[in-house]
Structure formats: structure tokens, C-alpha cells
């Protein structure tokens, strides 16, 4: 960790997957899913990542862990740089870095007790016996709400709430510092949200976690982040602590994702900003600013040239030609 408290430094992060035709599998052009990525997470913080699907979210997330080999840039997590480590060295860090997916049907493998699923990290990197293993397997399934018989089911008897929680279990096991949680709750029903988000935020006071979440929802991101991330097409278009991006936002595609956030008093109503055209693809992103094609307020400038992402405020970042 920095003298600042920052454990994750992302700087100039990209991600492009080839595209390959033909017979001899040439490469004919590249999905550019992460695109010059760059921002910091404090200790102890959650940074909320949100943006419409497909635009590189999870690549994001995966790249970071290392999950995905960067196709250049640099990840610093406690001033180590992660691209730089050897397989030994980095296996080390990876207990300290963990992942929560987004389907708790998929996650889990559905021949292995969730006792079995639980401790496999533990088994991998070689922490404590057997015994030592069942009693760390009993205590954070108590800690993340269910009991201690249910390490002797397999994942097809629990539901889709108990799964994320069993999913949240296998990250918390190695007792890490940093969680990417990708899209935690978007495959739950709305009233098991509240609880998985709220289990959350207890382990991370608990535990003094760091939290990197990932969402498409706004208000999701709202309730349990303390800054938050837009991103659109790849990039990083606007940054902000919670109450300031949703009270001040200045991107017009910040301001259009909040405009359809419900409100909960409907004589409050607010004016929705309704987007023309569908998202480009990330093979043939459009030049300059990558929004102007949807943009309701791009001008001459947008097309030419691509905005940089400057602070306009202490705490508030965009890149945007209006500021």
C-alpha cells in the first residue's frame, strides 16, 4: 500500500482481442474491450463501475486480477506490478485478490459439496491441514449467513441468493484485501439484492476489505459505492465520489444513465434523456470522442479529436470537450 492508502494503481490499461479470418487465421482486426484505462482504488474503499453491457466491464475486472493477460499497461497492487511478477510471485499476491462472478449457477461446480468448493482455494495454496480447513470452511459460511450442515450439499439444492453467498464464501476464505465483485447481484431477484449488497458492505467493515464493483445498474452502484466510474466503449468517460457524480454529473452519458434511474416518489419526476443510435462496436469504435454518435450535445470538435480525461474538480474527472 502507498503512503496515500491506495492499493490498486491502474494506469494505461489495455485490453484487445483478435479477430481472426480465413484460412490461416491471420488477424484481420481487434475488439478493443479495455481501451487506455486508467484510475486508483483506496484501501477500504468500494469504486462502483458502471456502464451499459459490452463495454468492457468484466474484461476490465479480469485484466486487473490477471485473470486476462493486459494487452499493455500496468497494474500496481501494494506497489507491485502485477504484469512484472513471476508465476510463483504472483500465485502469492492472488490470495490477497479474489472474485465474486456474476452467475451463481456457473460459478460453482455442480459435482463438489460447497464444503469442497470453499476450501479448494485453501488446498491450492497450501493453508492448514484437513481440519484446519473444515473449521475456516464452517466459519465463513456462518459469516456470510448460512450453517454449518450446508458445507455437505452440492450447489443444485440452494438458491440463487445462497449460491452468491456461498460465491462470496470462496472469495472470503483466503481472507483477502481486494475483491472484484462482477455484477454480484444482477442475476438475483430484487428482494435477495438488498441482502447480498448489505452482506457486503458488512464483510467489508468486518474485514476491511476493498471492493472493485461492477454493474449496469446506477442505483446499485449509488447504494454501496463510494466513488464511482462510468464507462463507455472501452474507456473511462467520467469519475466521481457517489453523491457528486449523481448530484453534479457532467458527461451527457452520466447524466443520460441517471436520468433513467426510477424514482421512488413518482410526483418526483425527473427528465429522461433518451439516447439515439446503438452502441458502436468496440472493432470500429467511432474517431474522436467515442459517444459523439450519440451524443446530444456533440459539436464540430467531437469527431476530431479524442478528449482527454483531466480533473475539472479536486475529486471530479471527465473526458468531455464541454469542460
Same mark, same amino acid.
Given at each position: 500500500m502507498t503512503e496515500n492508502g491506495i492499493l490498486i494503481q491502474v494506469y494505461h490499461l489495455k485490453k484487445y482481442f483478435?479477430?481472426?479470418?480465413?484460412?490461416?487465421?491471420?488477424?484481420?482486426?481487434?475488439?478493443?474491450?479495455? *481501451?487506455d484505462v486508467s484510475f486508483t482504488i483506496k484501501a477500504g474503499e468500494t469504486l462502483g463501475l458502471v456502464g451499459e453491457s459490452g463495454c468492457g466491464k468484466s474484461t476490465l475486472g479480469r485484466t486487473i486480477l490477471r485473470l486476462i493477460e493486459p494487452t499493455a499497461g500496468r497494474v500496481l497492487f501494494e506497489d507491485q506490478d502485477l504484469s512484472a511478477l513471476d508465476t510463483r510471485t504472483l500465485r502469492h499476491q492472488r490470495r490477497k485478490m479474489q472474485i465474486v462472478f456474476? *452467475?451463481?449457477?456457473?460459478?460453482l461446480d455442480p459435482r463438489m459439496t460447497v464444503g469442497r468448493s470453499i476450501a479448494q482455494g485453501l488446498r491450492a495454496h497450501g493453508v492448514g491441514n484437513a481440519q484446519e480447513r473444515e473449521v475456516m470452511t464452517v466459519d465463513v459460511l456462518r459469516r456470510v449467513g448460512l450453517n454449518e450442515w450446508h458445507r455437505n450439499r452440492f450447489p443444485h439444492e440452494f438458491s440463487g441468493g445462497q449460491r452468491q453467498r456461498i460465491g462470496i464464501a470462496r472469495a472470503l476464505v483466503l481472507r483477502p484485501k481486494f475483491i472484484v465483485c462482477d455484477e454480484p447481484v444482477?442475476?438475483? *431477484?430484487?428482494?435477495?439484492?438488498?441482502?447480498v449488497l448489505n452482506l457486503l458492505r458488512d464483510l467489508q467493515q468486518e474485514f476491511g476489505l476493498t471492493y472493485l464493483f461492477i454493474a449496469h445498474n446506477l442505483s446499485v452502484v449509488e447504494y454501496i459505492s463510494d466513488r464511482i466510474a462510468v464507462m463507455y466503449l472501452g474507456q473511462i468517460v467520467e469519475l466521481a465520489p457517489r453523491a457528486l457524480l449523481c448530484q453534479n454529473s457532467l458527461h451527457p452519458y452520466t447524466r443520460a444513465l441517471i436520468s433513467a434511474i426510477p424514482r421512488p416518489v413518482p410526483a418526483l419526476k425527473r427528465e429522461r434523456i433518451i439516447l439515439n443510435g446503438d452502441v458502436p462496436s468496440p472493432m470500429n469504435p467511432p474517431s474522436g470522442c467515442r459517444f459523439h454518435t450519440r451524443?446530444?450535445?456533440?459539436?464540430?470538435?467531437?469527431?476530431?479529436?479524442?478528449?482527454?480525461?483531466?480533473?475539472?474538480?479536486?475529486?471530479?474527472?471527465?473526458?468531455?470537450?464541454l469542460y
Open positions: 483478435p479477430v481472426r479470418e480465413g484460412f490461416l487465421r491471420r488477424v484481420a482486426n481487434q475488439v478493443r474491450a479495455v *481501451d456474476q *452467475d451463481p449457477y456457473a460459478s444482477s442475476a438475483l *431477484d430484487v428482494s435477495i439484492q438488498s441482502q451524443c446530444p450535445q456533440a459539436f464540430e470538435r467531437c469527431p476530431l479529436e479524442t478528449p482527454q480525461f483531466r480533473k475539472v474538480e479536486p475529486d471530479h474527472s471527465v473526458a468531455c470537450h
